[in-house]
């Protein structure tokens, strides 16, 4: 798969909400290894991913009310990056969309979320700096 100079500009553009502290994930037990749930890992209201394709890290919610995944940029759509959650791999469909007003540059909906995670709400809920 290749990426334009469009997507660089626009994950380069979005990487400026990504100044979110990094520190140890709210579904990580006591010796660090990740909580699961049958198959699945657990995942909190919150959680750190990164971009595959560029290795930025982005502070995002989770959101079982959304569809699909949402990048913060302007007026670009990528078919699709891979995101990565601690050891957990999934490609999806981002779709690029100011998201400059809003908390969180990232918003992870059910397309990431299906057959892989399950959502802990009682677990911590970072918040950007």
């Avoid at 990487?15 to 995942?43: E, I, N, R």
């Amino acid at each position: 798969m290749r990426f334009g100079l469009g997507l660089v500009i626009a994950v380069f553009v979005a990487s400026v909400w990504a100044d979110a502290p990094l520190h140890q994930a709210p579904s990580l037990k006591v010796d660090g290894t990740p909580q699961t749930c049958g198959d699945k890992a657990v995942v909190g209201p919150t959680v750190f991913v990164t971009v595959e394709e560029t290795g930025t890290m982005y502070l995002a919610r989770t959101d079982t009310g959304s569809e699909s995944v949402s990048l913060n940029a302007w007026g670009l759509v990528v078919e699709q990056l891979a995101l990565v959650y601690q050891r957990h791999r999934k490609v999806v469909n981002v779709s690029l969309n100011d998201r400059s007003h809003m908390d969180y540059p990232m918003l992870l909906g059910r397309d990431w979320l299906d057959g892989n995670f399950v959502v802990d709400v009682s677990l911590p809920e970072y918040r950007p700096q």
